[in-house]
Nanobody
């Protein structure tokens, strides 16, 4: 069982930067270690379907959706059990609820946070 709590959202102007954090708590002695999970960021804009933004696997390899490549950076601190998403050069179309997720496979996330809202105004 993994509990995920996102933070760092807010309202900013276009072109500014925001860093999101996702703190994980791993429960039960039989759970996998945090470092074994693929961690990801997803977002859902109003009226749109949820989309994958970026993920980082257990080896630390990142992957990004095309629309954020070069602007967003995903990273993880396994000692602190924290996932980060540095978002630079933000655009109004980045406005969304951002969710943190964890899975033993990057293609199947099983634990989800409740989200943090990021609003970008032009």
């Amino acid at each position: 069982q993994v509990r995920l709590v996102e933070s760092g959202g807010g309202s900013v102007q276009a072109g500014e930067s925001v860093r999101l954090s996702c703190a994980a708590s791993v429960y039960a002695a039989y759970s996998h270690a945090y470092s074994q999970y693929c961690m990801g960021w997803f977002r859902q804009a109003p009226g749109k379907e949820r989309e994958a933004v970026a993920h980082i696997d257990s080896a630390g390899n990142p992957s990004y959706t095309l629309s954020v490549k070069g602007r967003f950076t995903i990273s993880r601190d396994n000692e602190e059990k924290t996932l980060y998403l540095r978002m630079n050069t933000l655009k109004p179309e980045d406005t969304a609820m951002y969710y943190c997720a964890a899975g033993l496979s990057c293609s199947y996330m099983i634990y989800w946070g409740k989200g943090t809202l990021v609003t970008i105004s032009s």
